[in-house]
């Protein structure tokens, strides 16, 4: 797969190298672990911390993904099969309780990935 931003926050890769894990463990569900991530990137040593409080931004982006959650289920819901508003708020309320950690782990990778680019030279240091 080409190396894009869109590789680096699908697969919660490091958005400098591509390669190093963006976060200590893999599952979402991991409720003790899921939001922790190593200071450094394990591969390419660039800093996941640009400055103090980066991922405050990360907040509005998580919203935006709320936003079109709820937008597309309620488009499903009733555009599409017509179940009406108190399925729409059902269904609503179930997707955030159980998306909420992706969520969270998205909107830090697209806020990260908003500043960073990839760089070749980084991925290359692995070898
Ligand atoms: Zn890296």
Not at 20 to 40: A, H, S
Not at 89 to 94: A, D, K, S
Request: charged content about 15%; some cysteine.
């Amino acid at each position: 797969m080409s190396k894009t931003k869109l590789y680096s926050i699908l697969h919660n890769k490091c958005p400098h190298c591509h390669e190093g894990n963006f976060f200590i463990t893999k599952n979402p569900y991991d409720l003790k672990n899921f939001d922790k991530q190593p200071e450094r990137c394990p591969v390419c040593h660039s800093s996941y911390m640009p400055e103090n409080g980066f991922y405050y931004g990360a907040m509005y982006v998580s919203y935006g993904l709320d936003i079109a959650l709820g937008i597309a289920l309620f488009v499903l819901s009733n555009v599409i099969f017509s179940w009406g508003t108190t399925t729409f708020l059902i269904l609503f309320v179930v997707s955030i309780l159980l998306l909420w950690t992706i969520i969270f782990r998205k909107a830090r990778l697209i806020w990260i990935n908003l500043f960073v680019k990839y760089d070749k030279t980084k991925a290359a240091t692995k070898a």
